[in-house]
């Protein structure tokens, strides 16, 4: 299984910092949260981990070898990631968009085959788009695009997940939905799992576990009940935290 | 729309291009004739000399239509803009500057190609090495370069326009509007399209995927810089050639992709070839109304693209509309 494997990380926007001498190893499918708010670096620290930005200092190593001497080709196959919005400047069916998902493993001169095919199909069934094959994308919701986001992900099949906000855009059937499929796949298949998340109450639910970011470099990790205290997560959202308790276990409200 | 049912319709579209261009013209030659002579089983003396001066002139055609086509839809998706055409980003300024300091010197011929060539080249270069900078190399810093070098252009042009003696100034414009009347035998631009099209097939996939988005196209294993800086020098040595042989020949490059894309055909594996022949049968109809039209006075055929090609894409675009209407 792969594992990327983060020592000495310093990343900043601007002047501002993001992370210094962060450490950090994901892999052996935990699934991890990053928590922080608006503007503290959550986007452009999950862009540096997935080689798409430079860092300032430090090394990024999969499996052993630098990330950025890795063909894109090859990290695409153990790295997946779910940007937080998609461009589209030329219409494509959500079948085309889903299949895109196979790139890494197709030669380039090979079309998509049958089995590719149905990998799309299986994975649109998935996050509950089948029937909507031949629509354009341009015509999908908020919601759907964003499921339609995860279903070329699974196509992809990475041992790495990096997602941005999955939930965005999703109804609250859909967010559990989704989650519950991501975190089915990390427990059955050993897939490690990265969510960039806002709400704090589905990340306890479904990550094991965190990494906070208080912005100026300041960055916190461990699992919940060793970083999400009251005193913390005022700290890192700037804002009174209160506990309910819930069904299952505490629930965390703004004050 | 089916592969099969595009690509079938396509091809009889430029076969049946070239025959009614092969027998268009001030002496008539029936397709009869034409047969005979494709076919060898008539060696009629007559036709034969009639075609070997009519191929060349259709064979430029449809090359320079399906170069500047090609070139357009790579354009496209290079600078993610479906308004880009082969000319943005000033290829075709270096060229006529070229063309036209040849023409005021007098000189004409091959002087003409080489020199309309190298300045599409150096047009090419200096917008690669400007936009470029240092390492960064983004679209909007690509089209801005490329759009300023072609207004700079405009205006060395307009100064040799104004520079220029009343005689040469009829084969500067036509020149300028596009005109295969010199193009010759396009052995060169045949090449350089068969070329072109392969490697643009190769990189069909990653064309898809680049349409996404830089970002994603870059999570999802496409070396996206390396494949911008060959994208853009393919489209800059296609529409090189394409210059070469007919001028700045207009509104191929922009519409033909679109014409496609409208039918649906969003693959690239698809739509580049696809593009490359109706660009091509395009150019050949438009250029055979050029001869004929007002014979035997012979028009631009630059001007007769867009007449040809201004009703054909407006009644695709309010049909699709329709379409769009319908489903949304």
Redesign the interface.
Known sequence: MAQLEISGLDVHIGNTAVCRGLDLRLGGGERWAILGRNGAGKTTLL?TL???RRPDQGTLLLDGTALDTL???????Q???L?QD????????VM??AL??R??Y?G??Q?EGPADYALARDALRAVGLDGLED??VA?LSGGERRRLGIATLLT?DPALWLLDEPTNHLDVHQQIRILDLLQARSQAEGKTLLLVMHDLNLALRYCNRFLLLFGAGKTAQGSADDVLTRSTLEHLYGHPMHTLDGPRGPVWLPG | MRPLLLFSGLLALALAGFGWSLTSGSIDIGWRELAAAVFDTDPDLHARVILELRWPRAAAAFVTGALLALAGALMQVLLRNPLADPYVLGISGGAATGALLTLLLGLGGLWLHGAAFSGALFSMLIVFGLAHGRGSWTINRLLLTGIVIAAGWGAVIGFLLALSPEQNLRGMLFWLMGDLAYAGMPLAGFIVLVAGLLIALALGRSLNILAHGELAATTLGVPVAALRRLIYVLASLLTAAAVTMGGSIGFVGLVVPHMLRLQGVRDHRLLLPAAALLGGSLLLIADTLARTLLAPRQLPVGILTALVGVPVFLVLLYRSRELHGREG
């Open positions: 862009h997935a080689g798409l063909p894109r080709r090859h990290v695409a196959r790295v997946g990631v940007l998609h461009l589209d400047a030329f219409p494509a069916s085309e968009t895109i998902g790139h890494p197709l380039s001169l079309w629509r354009n015509t992809q």
